[in-house]
């Protein structure tokens, strides 16, 4: 990526917590960056400082104009998993990177991808999606993160953590976890945005801390000064929580996933970090000093 002419950044789930990051990290690296949102009322959720731009993606037009002008583009697929509905999203940013003549387009899977063929939509939508743009003509790089520390910021997981000293998660005990901050998968994001060379990539992201939930309760515990418990969540359990919070279609197609890995895929999430460093030419956040970093007496006060 030779080009002398100024980067302008697209940024698809801006106004969610991952894509929020990317377009904070891009700001303050000094790009131009618009935030795609399907309403007006989502220009409050953007990040300050980003071009707010309503439309859908299930919308060809709409997703034509969002990308119109723009000569990059972080692409985050929401939570939805009808295969139909997916594969309709993938081909409009597509087509729309194609019209703009994208310079690159980073495709983040929002998990990482299990070698073989699944039954789980959340994985196979995300295989189709990526290999739909690997093959569209559009100079794609392919994020697969694993999970995210920030998921135990959420009040459900906050909460018990620090008021009870139990860390609760649908992942067996003994699973090895890479756990990724929003703030790394955003610095990765941006790299692979705008690295020389990465036209093509498919890169399985992680921390620089690979742990089991025990390991990662007594990370926990070390930092607040308190014995912390790890306690493997049964995903029916999990998934109902969820549903309160973002109906039933969608907290099924998360829970699925929880359910594969503890049914065949312990080792689903861990990660060869030194890759993740050299390839994109980014330091990874310790998990301690992640941890160290994070408001958890407040996070636990708004459970
Ligand atoms: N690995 C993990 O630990 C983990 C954790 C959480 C999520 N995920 C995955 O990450 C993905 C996103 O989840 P999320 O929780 O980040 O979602 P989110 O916070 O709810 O954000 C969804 C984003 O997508 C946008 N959006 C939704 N439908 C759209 C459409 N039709 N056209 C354009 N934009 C649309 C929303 O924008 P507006 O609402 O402003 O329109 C919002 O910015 C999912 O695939 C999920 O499975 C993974």
């Not at 295969?83 to 994208?102: C, I, K, M, T, W």
């Not at 569209?136 to 953590?161: E, F, K, Q």
């Not at 020389?196 to 990370?219: F, H």
């Not at 390839?279 to 956040?285: A, D, K, M, S």
Request: glycine share 12%; charged share 20%.
């Amino acid at each position: 990526m030779t080009s002398t002419e100024p980067q302008r950044h697209l940024v698809v789930g801006a106004t969610g917590a991952q894509g929020g990051a990317v377009a904070r990290r891009l700001l303050e690296e000094g790009h131009r960056v618009r935030g795609l949102t399907r309403s007006a009322g989502g220009h409050g959720r953007l990040p300050d400082g980003v071009e707010p731009f309503a439309g859908d993606l299930g919308d060809p037009g709409q997703a034509r104009a969002a990308f119109a002008g723009m000569t990059h583009a972080s692409v985050l697929l929401p939570m939805i998993y009808g295969p139909e509905q997916v594969a309709s999203y993938v081909r409009n940013v597509a087509d729309a990177a194609l019209a703009a003549g994208l310079r690159r387009l980073v495709f983040n899977t929002g998990n990482r991808l299990p070698e073989a063929v699944t039954e789980v939509a959340a994985f196979e939508t995300r295989r189709a999606a990526a290999a739909a743009l690997l093959g569209s003509g559009v100079p794609t790089v392919v994020l697969r993160p694993p999970i995210y520390l920030d998921n135990l910021c959420a009040p459900w997981a906050a909460g018990p953590l620090v008021r009870d000293g139990v860390l609760r998660y649908p992942l067996p005990a003994r699973s090895p976890v890479a756990w990724l901050s929003h703030g790394d998968l955003a610095a990765a994001t941006v790299a692979a945005l705008t690295r020389d060379g990465l036209a093509g990539t498919v890169l399985d992201l992680g921390g620089p801390d690979t742990v089991t939930g025990p390991e990662l309760a007594a990370a926990f515990a070390a930092e607040l000064g308190r014995r912390v418990d790890y306690v493997a969540q049964d995903p029916a359990e999990f998934e109902a929580g969820l549903a309160h919070a973002l109906g039933a279609p969608a907290a099924a197609g998360v829970a699925a996933t929880y359910r594969w890995v503890a049914d065949a895929g312990e080792t689903l999430y861990g990660v060869d970090h030194r890759a993740v460093e050299e390839t994109l030419g980014i330091r990874l956040t310790p998990l301690r000093a992640w941890i160290a970093a994070q408001p958890w007496h407040a996070l636990a006060g708004a459970a």
